[in-house]
């Protein structure tokens, strides 16, 4: 949480301190040293309210929470097509700068939903991003942070990811596997398709490596990840 509380230290001229930060979250400010020393986790709820006290992005945010430095300027990384074979390493990235115009292209609040590298997804926005060249005329687009390792190295934890929903779902690629909660929000895993039934999704992930099978009668709905973004 370094850069967290020398983003303070260094907005204090501007009237920045913990207290204020501790309304800006609506939390009591002792909440506030827990989490600079890093004895409190900042919930993904409170991401978005954090960037804008702190006059910081929100990947700039999650960079700090996973104890990276935060990046001089916001770069798109885009996964080319899969080639054959087991890849266990990573996909080679090709950067592209954002394009031009307005940020319309919402990002989902993302947390941890257990140790099976389940996420919770929940549609309310908790900021904007803009669409690369291959996202444009795009209905419905959406991105999350990845949250958990268990597809490290190909995926890492904090990750921004993309999905354009109306891709069909193409073995060999990444995907997130949705299954729809009574409450509104989403159980997710984000999972490599080995091959699909009309029972199940054969998926694989890399750390610890394993197979194993989603029935798709509980998750409802593969999304091809169409991008991997790092600030």
């Known amino acids: 949480m370094l850069w967290i509380?020398?983003?303070?230290?260094?907005?204090?001229?501007?009237?920045?301190?913990?207290?204020?930060?501790?309304?800006?979250?609506?939390?009591?400010p002792s909440r506030v040293t827990e989490i600079i020393k890093g004895e409190r986790r900042i919930k993904s709820s409170e991401v978005a309210s954090l960037a804008a006290y702190l006059e910081m992005t929100v990947g700039d945010v999650m960079a700090a929470i996973d104890g990276r430095p935060p990046a001089?300027?916001?770069m798109a990384v885009i996964e080319p097509a899969a080639q054959p074979g087991p890849a266990l390493a990573a996909s080679p990235i090709l950067p592209v700068l954002y394009p031009p115009g307005r940020p319309d292209?919402?990002?989902?609040?993302?947390?941890?939903?257990?140790?099976?590298?389940?996420?919770v997804l929940t549609p309310d926005?908790?900021?904007?991003?803009h669409r690369s060249d291959r996202m444009r005329g795009v209905k419905n687009p959406f991105a999350f942070y990845v949250v958990g390792s268990s597809m490290s190295p190909a995926i890492e934890h904090g990750t921004q990811v993309v999905i354009n929903p109306s891709l069909l779902?193409?073995?060999?690629?990444?995907?997130?596997?949705?299954?729809?909660?009574?409450?509104?929000?989403?159980?997710?895993?984000?999972?490599?398709?080995?091959?699909?039934?009309?029972?199940?999704?054969?998926?694989?992930?890399f750390n610890e490596p394993r197979d194993f099978d989603l029935p798709r009668s509980i998750w409802t709905?593969?999304?091809?990840?169409?991008?991997?973004?790092e600030d």
């Open 72 to 74: 001089p300027a916001a």
């Open 169 to 205: 779902p193409l073995a060999g690629r990444d995907h997130v596997f949705i299954q729809d909660l009574s409450d509104g929000t989403m159980k997710a895993m984000v999972k490599r398709l080995v091959r699909s039934t009309e029972r199940s999704w054969r998926v694989r992930q």
């Open 125 to 129: 926005p908790i900021d904007y991003i």
């Open 5 to 28: 509380k020398e983003r303070i230290r260094f907005l204090r001229p501007k009237g920045k301190t913990q207290t204020g930060l501790a309304t800006a979250l609506g939390i009591d």
């Open 221 to 229: 709905k593969a999304y091809r990840i169409t991008e991997k973004r």
């Open 105 to 119: 292209v919402p990002v989902w609040a993302s947390a941890q939903a257990g140790d099976d590298g389940a996420i």
